[in-house]
């Protein structure tokens, strides 16, 4: 049991820490503020390991970090969040691993949906990008329920990519797209046959717009900015259609080490090559 000194330094520790924290943010406040952040939350297993931890633990701890990082953006003001949780390629790793993994993704999920503090407090939208059918039935039906359960939010928008890649995605859309062709095509021939006029093959030509809006990240702007924590320099093969502008960071701390300081420090190098930014944007609409 705590002492009333211990509890009253305590409360003044943390009561300072608060306050410091919205200094911060005010300051950043002054600058260009992003949008949307995307991590890719790497050095899980590289945590548990370096610290001779049982392993699956360094998993739990990038959770808590996570929803840390879930709780500073929206008081920062970020409106969107996705991060990459479980790549289609994780499934080649040894079967006990991707099962406690599969094990692990549904008890937060059910913790989610039973204590609501976290998606309460920021109003969050929860989505699952990725093709869920490889997933466990349970982990599934979860995810399936959390997200029915938030669809009405309206404040900050997470997203969780599992299980998924890029290459996925855009092959996904390829055969959406298809499929929506031929739909319409036996429309039109059906309506050939019934004496209505041919469409002269109005439908015949895909725009990068018809591709937007069947991505799974349809409805949401693309990252200002992508975080790959543990210093790795790679995609990883995660949102490659919608990253064309994004400014790309790899600092060195692994996901569960990433905190309020690291996020200020990507905001703050993202305000200084801001206006570089948004002269490349403006410059490819010109040449659209």
């Known amino acids: ?93 040894d079967p006990s691993e991707v099962q406690y993994l599969m094990e692990l993704m549904e008890e937060k999920i059910n913790e989610l949906l039973e204590k609501r503090d976290v998606i309460n407090k920021v109003n969050c939208k929860i989505n699952f990008w990725g093709n869920l059918d490889m997933l466990t039935e349970p982990v599934k039906l979860a995810a399936q329920k959390l997200m029915a359960s938030t669809a009405g939010n309206t404040g900050l928008v997470f997203s969780v990519c599992m299980p998924y890649n890029s290459t996925s995605e855009i092959v996904n859309v390829v055969n959406e797209l298809c499929a929506e062709r031929r739909d319409i095509a036996h429309k039109e021939h059906l309506g050939n046959c019934n004496g209505h006029a041919a469409n002269n093959g109005a439908h015949s030509d895909i725009s990068v717009a018809d591709l937007d809006r069947h991505m799974y990240s349809h409805g949401c702007p693309d990252p200002d900015i992508v975080i790959r924590t543990s210093g790795e320099a790679r995609l990883s093969n995660f949102l490659l259609w919608q990253t064309t502008f994004s400014h790309l960071q790899n600092p060195d701390p692994l996901w569960p080490e990433f905190s309020l300081r690291h996020l200020a420090w990507a905001i703050l190098q993202y305000q200084r090559v801001y206006p570089y930014v948004e002269q490349n944007k403006k410059l490819a609409k010109k040449q659209l």
């Open 1 to 93: 049991m705590e002492k009333p000194d211990e509890t009253m330094t305590t409360g003044v520790v943390a009561t300072l820490l608060k306050f410091v924290r919205k200094c911060m943010i005010a300051v950043l406040s002054y600058g260009p503020m992003p949008g949307h952040i995307a991590f890719i939350m790497d050095g899980n297993r590289r945590y548990a390991k370096v610290r001779s931890m049982k392993e699956g633990t360094g998993h739990r701890m990038g959770f808590s970090a996570l929803i840390a990082i879930l709780l500073y953006c929206y008081e920062m003001g970020v409106k969107y969040i996705t991060v990459y949780a479980f790549s289609i390629d994780n499934f080649k790793r």
